[in-house]
């Protein structure tokens, strides 16, 4: 299952009583916060997780259908590791 920006935006609003616009703000607040504060550094929400900057490498991709190959640049990625908390709540 994926959730979009738009369901986590009811989620909130309907869990935590805003108004969905509200709650729109506060989901873009946050995420505007990550990625200015990730930029270089590892962000740690005590009880919840860390969010950590990789950069994945250049490397070689191969279209399924076709077989052709083709280079796939380095990016820059958001990584997410829950704390102990979040996942004995999951499980």
């Known amino acids: 299952m994926s959730l979009g920006k738009k369901d986590?935006?009811?989620?909130?609003?309907?869990?935590?009583h805003f108004s969905l616009n509200e709650s729109e703000n506060f989901l873009?607040?946050?995420?505007k916060l990550l990625k200015d504060k990730g930029r270089?550094?590892?962000?740690?929400?005590?009880?919840?997780?860390?969010?950590e900057k990789k950069i994945t490498p250049q490397r070689i991709?191969?279209?399924?259908?076709?077989?052709?190959?083709?280079?796939?640049?380095?990016?820059?990625?958001f990584t997410f590791k829950s704390s102990n908390?979040?996942?004995?709540?999951l499980n």
């Open 40 to 51: 270089n550094n590892i962000i740690k929400i005590s009880k919840f997780g860390t969010f």
């Open 61 to 77: 991709g191969r279209n399924p259908k076709t077989k052709e190959e083709f280079i796939i640049n380095k990016r820059s990625k």
């Open 8 to 16: 986590i935006s009811k989620n909130i609003s309907t869990k935590a």
């Open 85 to 89: 908390n979040v996942k004995s709540f």
């Open 28 to 31: 873009n607040s946050f995420l």
